[in-house]
C-alpha cells in the first residue's frame, strides 16, 4: 500500500514535529480536536506523545453516541417497548446506558430490538412487516443525518404507514459554540471535523475566527494530517492570520456536499433545544422532522416519557467532552467504568476520548512516563 | 456508524434508485448514491460510504489511506464491515 505510507512517513512525521516543536517555541497551546475519529487516531498512534509537551490536544464533543443524554435512551427504550413495535438501531447505541439498563437489556427482557447497519435496513423491515410497527433511532451529526433524511423521502415516496423515526440527530456547530462561550476552557484553536466537513463543508466554521478570534483547520484522519493541521493552525498563529483551513482538501470541498445539505433542509427542522451529555441543553442543536413529515415522526406517534435523567454522579463524560478533563483523569475511569461495562457514553463507543485512551493511549502514556520522555505526564 | 467505509463503484444497479454496486475491501453490496448525484459519478470511482449511503467522492489515494486507517482500528473495523455486510439493502435493495 504504497499510498498509505506517505501518510505514515516517519521522516515526514519527524520533520512536522520539528515544525511545530520550532513553531510553538516557548509558548503554551491547547489545541481541540472535535472529531470522535481524530480522537482515535491520536490515541492510536501515540500523537500526545510526539508532540512538544507545550502543544496540548483536549479533546471535543464529536462522537454522536456520546453526547446522547441518559433520558433519551431510556425514552428509545420505553418506544422499544411499545406492543408490535420493532424498534431498530445502529450497533453502537445499543449499550449505551440509561437511567435503568441500555436497548440490548430491553431487548433481554423481550422487546424486538433489532441491530440495522443503515436507515434503509430499518426501512426495508417495515415494508416486510406490513403488519408491525418500525421505528428507526436515529442518531449522529450531519454525516449520518442525510441517509435518515433520505429514507424519510422514500417511505413518504411510498406512502410506507409502519414506519416511523425517533430523531436524536445533532448538528456540529452549537455545541462548538457553546465550547467557546465555556469559561472552564482556553483554546488556541481547533482541529475541524473531517467527515463532518464532506456534508456542511467550510462556512459554517467562519465564526470561530471572526467571533472568537480562533483558528479552525479542518484535519484528515491520518497522523501526518493530524500533525500537519496543528503545524498549519500554528503557522497561522505565528504569522497573525486567523483563519478557516482545509488540511484536508483531498476529501473535504469549502460548499461541502449541496444535494445532502438540501435534503436535509427539507426533511428536517431545528429544535428550540436539545440536551446534551454533559454539555447540557444547547439551543437549536437537534433536528426533528418538520410538519410534513409528521405521520413518520415517533414522537408524535408514541407516548416518549421525556423524562431528563442527570448523569451518574461519580460518571464525568461532560467534562471529558467538554476537553476539560482527559479520560485518565475521570474517577472511575479503568476501574468500575471500562469498554465491558461501560458506566458512561465515552466508554461506549469506539469513538469515545475513553474508550480510545483505555484500548490505546494509556499503553503509550505508560510507556511515555516509563521512558521519563514526559516527565510531566506522571500522576 | 461515523466511521467512513471506502468503496469502489462497480456498476450502477439501478439508476432510477440510485442503487449502485460497490466492492468494498473485497465484498460486493449495494449503496445508495443519490447524495452525490451531482458528482456524476462513474464506475471504477471511489466512494466514502456512511450507513450504506456515499456520502463523498474520493480518489484511490484516499481511498487507500482510508481503508487503512478503519483497518488499524482493529475490532471497531471489523464491527462496522461486518455489520455492512448483514445489511438488508445489499441483494436487491429497497424497491
Known sequence: MKFVDEYRDPTAAKALVAQITALSGDDHFKFMEVC??????????????VLPANV????????????????RVDDAIAVAREPGVIFTSFGDMMRVPGSEGNLLT??????????????????KIAMETPERQVVFFAVGFETTAPSTALTLLQAKARAIPNFTVFSNHVTIVPPLRAILESPDLRLNGFLGPGHVSTVVGQRPYRFVPSEYGLPLVTAGFEPLDI????SMLLT?????????????????????????????????????????????????????????????????????????????????????????????????????????????????????????YYNFGRMHREAAVTLGRRSQLAV | ???????????????????????????????????LEEERLK??????????????????EEAASALAALQSMGQAYEEELAAFGTSSTSGEGVR
Open chain 1, 56 to 71: 496540548e490536544l483536549v479533546h471535543g464533543p464529536g462522537c454522536p453516541v456520546c453526547v446522547i443524554p441518559m433520558g
Open chain 1, 236 to 356: 497561522q498563529i505565528r504569522e497573525g492570520r486567523c483563519e478557516v483551513e482545509n488540511q484536508y482538501t483531498r476529501v473535504v470541498r469549502e460548499e461541502g456536499n449541496p444535494s445532502a445539505l438540501a435534503i436535509l433542509s427539507e426533511v428536517f427542522e431545528l429544535r428550540p433545544h436539545f440536551e446534551w451529555r454533559g454539555l447540557g441543553f444547547i439551543s437549536q442543536s437537534g433536528l426533528r422532522l418538520r410538519p410534513e413529515f409528521a405521520a413518520f415522526d415517533a414522537e408524535l406517534k408514541y407516548r416518549i416519557p421525556g423524562v431528563r435523567v442527570a448523569d451518574p454522579k461519580a460518571c464525568q463524560c461532560g467534562e471529558v467532552l467538554k476537553g476539560v478533563i482527559k479520560p485518565w483523569e475521570c474517577k472511575v475511569f479503568g476501574t468500575a467504568c471500562t469498554p465491558e461495562t461501560p458506566i458512561g457514553t465515552c466508554m461506549v463507543s469506539s469513538e469515545g476520548a475513553c474508550a480510545a
Open chain 1, 227 to 230: 500533525l500537519h493541521a496543528i
Open chain 2, 43 to 60: 464506475t471504477g470511482d471511489w466512494v466514502l460510504i456512511h450507513v450504506g449511503f456515499a456520502m463523498a467522492k474520493i480518489d484511490e
Open chain 1, 36 to 49: 470522535g475519529g481524530h480522537t482515535h487516531t491520536i490515541y492510536r498512534h501515540g500523537i500526545e506523545h
Open chain 1, 106 to 123: 430491553a431487548k433481554a427482557e423481550g422487546a424486538d430490538v433489532r441491530f440495522v447497519y443503515s436507515p434503509l435496513d430499518a426501512l
Open chain 2, 1 to 35: 456508524m461515523c466511521l467512513g467505509i471506502p468503496g469502489q463503484l462497480k456498476e450502477f444497479s439501478d439508476v432510477h434508485e440510485h442503487l449502485a454496486r460497490v466492492d468494498v475491501a473485497g465484498v460486493t453490496r449495494i449503496i445508495n448514491v443519490g447524495l
